[in-house]
Nanobody
Framework: QVELVESGGGLVQAGGSLRLSCADRKRTVSTYAMGWFRQAPGKEREFVATVSWSGDIIYYADSVKGRFTISREKAKTTVYLQMSSLKPEDTAVYYC????????????????WGQGTQVTVSS
């Protein structure tokens, strides 16, 4: 079983930074790719970033490249999303996810999801 729990969301002014964390409480995702998606009000959920189990393969959505950094701690069961230069359009519920590979993490069906954490960027 996988149990993903996000933390670190909140309210921040435009230009500010936040760091999201996602931990697998069951500590079973060490060989899975992990990543982040987000869903803004009235919009579909969209891919943000993903990192392979080893940490050496990373993909970002074009909208966050150069501003967001995804990383994974050594035990491989916690993933972080460092968000900088935040914009009001980054406002969304951010979801942690896990799946077999960074390829499937960018596909249509993801195996495991967290409950989400709200990020609000004020202008």
């Amino acid at each position: 079983q996988v149990e993903l729990v996000e933390s670190g969301g909140g309210l921040v002014q435009a230009g500010g930074s936040l760091r999201l964390s996602c931990a697998d409480r069951k500590r079973t995702v060490s060989t899975y790719a992990m990543g982040w998606f987000r869903q803004a009000p009235g919009k579909e959920r969209e891919f943000v970033a993903t990192v392979s189990w080893s940490g050496d393969i990373i993909y970002y959505a074009d909208s966050v490249k150069g501003r967001f950094t995804i990383s994974r701690e050594k035990a491989k069961t916690t993933v972080y999303l460092q968000m900088s230069s935040l914009k009001p359009e980054d406002t969304a519920v951010y979801y942690c996810a896990a799946d077999l590979s960074t390829t499937t993490m960018r596909g249509p069906s993801i195996r495991h999801w967290g409950q989400g954490t709200q990020v609000t960027v004020s202008s």
